[in-house]
């Protein structure tokens, strides 16, 4: 069975650009979540999406946005990107709340 | 807000050399606490769930228990190849999101 596929593995881009990060869930699971993981500090909450809706978000700024598909897939959009938004994102998928969740390899991203 | 304190920060450890990580949570309920491991520029890989205290989990060379303030994994006898970063994070029966600790860095010298 095919793990959580999350693509690029890395990216590069420059301040204020906008990216976009790609996370297929494992077959079967229909919760997908976002976490930021800063260098030499643990995964930070971004979002969760459930059934295509948003179920939690966390403490970040308006510039971060993500969506559901009707197959589950999810996408992590970030706007006007800053040096600060240099981070590991990872993508977590899940049946749902409490079944635990499996990571992905995550999507390496720094600005410059 | 659910707080998860992990120490120590680093640790490093003689082949061999048994030791214990700990993690303290607080959280307003708890229906589950996790432990990953995760290696260099890799995601976290799945260890344990823990559900309620007094809840034990064995797997290899490493155990984790859980009370209703922290939780220990403990590694018995470890190997180089258990050096990584050793993630605790917990969830809570309102929420739908993990909570995670800043990490044990381990190292296992041969």
């Known amino acids: 069975d095919a793990g959580v596929t999350q693509s690029p593995t890395h990216l590069i881009k420059t301040r204020g650009q906008h990216v976009t990060l790609r996370c297929s869930p494992i077959?079967?699971?229909?919760?997908v979540s976002w976490y930021q993981q800063v260098l030499g500090q643990g995964p930070q909450f971004i979002f969760q999406y459930y059934e295509k809706e948003e179920r939690g978000r966390g403490n970040f700024p308006d510039r971060f946005s993500a969506r559901q598909f009707p197959n589950y897939s999810s996408e992590l959009n970030v706007n006007a990107l800053l040096l600060g938004d240099s981070a590991l994102y990872l993508c977590?998928?899940?049946?749902?709340?409490?079944?635990?969740?499996?990571f992905g390899s995550g999507t390496r991203l720094t600005v410059v | 807000e659910d707080q998860v304190t992990q120490s120590p920060e680093a640790l490093r450890l003689q082949e061999g050399e048994s030791s214990s990580l700990n993690c303290s949570y607080t959280?307003?309920?708890?229906?589950?606490l996790f432990w990953y491991r995760q290696d260099p520029g890799k995601g976290p890989e799945f260890l344990f769930t823990l559900y309620s205290a007094g809840e034990e989990k064995e797997k290899e060379r490493l155990k984790a228990t859980l009370t209703k303030k922290e939780s220990f994994l403990h590694i018995t006898a470890p190997k180089p190849e258990d050096s990584a970063t050793y993630l605790c994070?917990?969830?809570?029966?309102?929420?739908?999101?993990?909570?995670f600790g800043e990490g044990t860095q381990l190292t296992v010298n041969p």
């Open positions: 977590a998928s899940s049946l749902d709340a409490g079944y635990g969740y499996t």
């Open positions: 077959s079967g699971h229909k919760s």
């Open positions: 994070a917990v969830e809570e029966t309102s929420g739908s999101r993990l909570t």
């Open positions: 959280v307003s309920g708890l229906r589950g």
